[in-house]
């Protein structure tokens, strides 16, 4: 992610990735299984917002957008207020009944496009005031959140998600519990063993 940090390449990504998802080829082949709408498509909308903030971060003092972003941060105190909205939407978009309503209405979908790229943002605007305690929270909650859902997902002896069969949820339960545990490993890797893999966002 070091190279979202330059604005012409941020605007580029944006300008690219958000509208070649939005495309209906692009869109409608990551939301027929619930894996790729679930640990891709929102992953990459995240992404982009990301990139657009870490580049939003690097706006030239006194330029409007180091002003705008002035008056953004001050409601974002050590970073606290942006990761609880981000987590919030993320996790609402994991929910199956919203998994559902994104594959099957186009204002949920079109709401999904705007609100994921904005969680990117608010990571990206608030990890950086983030104190490294408050950082080891938001890692382990990551962490549990993929674990339940995915132990939700494989445990439920019904489908949850009408829009997808019962063997595409069973595959993403795996995968959620799979990333959950190469997530665990990324991020204390560093710290009981003193190298890479490391998992940094800033």
Same mark, same amino acid.
């Given at each position: 992610?070091?190279?979202? #940090?330059?604005?012409?390449?941020? +605007? ?14 692009? &869109? ?9 709408h ?6 990459? *909308? ?5 990139? *657009? ?13 180091? &002003? ?11 970073? +606290? ?15 199956? &009944?919203? *998994? ?5 209405? #186009? ?22 005031r983030?104190?490294?305690? #408050? ?10 959140t ?9 445990? #439920? ?22 990333l ?9 890797? &560093? ?5 890479a ?6």
């Amino acid at each position: 992610m070091r190279r979202c #940090a330059d604005p012409a390449f941020a +605007v580029l990504l944006a300008a690219g990735l958000w509208p070649a998802l939005a495309a209906p080829p692009l &869109r409608a082949w990551l939301e027929s299984s619930m894996a790729l709408h679930m640990l891709v498509q929102l992953p990459l *909308l995240g992404a982009i917002g990301f990139c *657009l903030g870490r580049a939003w971060l690097q706006s030239r003092p006194g330029s409007a957008a180091a &002003r705008a972003l002035a008056g953004t941060q001050s409601c974002n105190a050590g970073g +606290v207020t942006g990761i609880l909205a981000a987590s919030f939407v993320m996790i609402l978009w994991m929910l199956p &009944r919203l *998994l559902d309503l994104a594959r099957l209405d #186009a204002a949920a979908d079109a709401l999904k496009f705007l609100t994921v790229p904005a969680a990117g943002l608010a990571v990206a605007l608030s990890w950086p005031r983030l104190p490294a305690i #408050a950082r080891a929270v938001v890692h382990l909650e990551v962490i549990a959140t993929l674990f339940r859902f995915g132990w939700g997902y494989l445990a #439920a002896e019904e489908r949850l998600c009408l829009a997808y069969l019962a063997g595409d949820q069973q595959w993403t339960g795996e995968l959620l519990l799979w990333l959950g545990a190469a997530y665990a490993i990324a991020v204390t890797w &560093r710290p009981m063993f003193g190298g890479a893999p490391r998992a940094r966002l800033a």
